[in-house]
């Protein structure tokens, strides 16, 4: 006859602590995953605004000594915003560019918003043209 040994009396600190760590454990492999991803993406969002950059600039270079000059001017201008914007991304992580975004979209949101709808726009005319 096998005599059942007693099961020791349930502790709430002994099971909570180790689901706790589990979860936590979790969310770093998580937290861990999403970063790299969020980083990879990011190289590629650099790479792509110093596409837009380089496009934008021959632009205006073709536009100089022309009657277009003042097209020429903001095409320079805005390649060197793009290329700005580029260069910030590559040298901050995601969460202090997140944190500049929230707090341009408290000071200014006017300006966020059309700055967003621009941002849009371009994007759009640079997919449209690789096709």
Known sequence: MAIDQPTP???????Q???SSERG?????IRQRVTSKVGTHKDRVVET????ASAVRRIGEQRQGQQYEPVA???????D???????????????????????AARRR????IGAGLLAGAIAGRVLKSRR
């Open 9 to 15: 009396p349930f502790t709430p600190g002994n099971s």
């Open 17 to 19: 602590t180790s689901s």
């Open 25 to 29: 454990g979790v969310k770093d492999r």
């Open 49 to 52: 605004l110093m596409s837009v």
């Open 73 to 79: 001017n903001y095409a320079n201008a805005a390649a």
């Open 81 to 103: 915003h793009v290329e700005q914007a580029a260069r910030y991304l590559r040298q901050h992580e995601i969460h202090e560019v997140v944190d500049d975004v929230r707090e």
């Open 109 to 112: 949101p006017v300006v966020f």
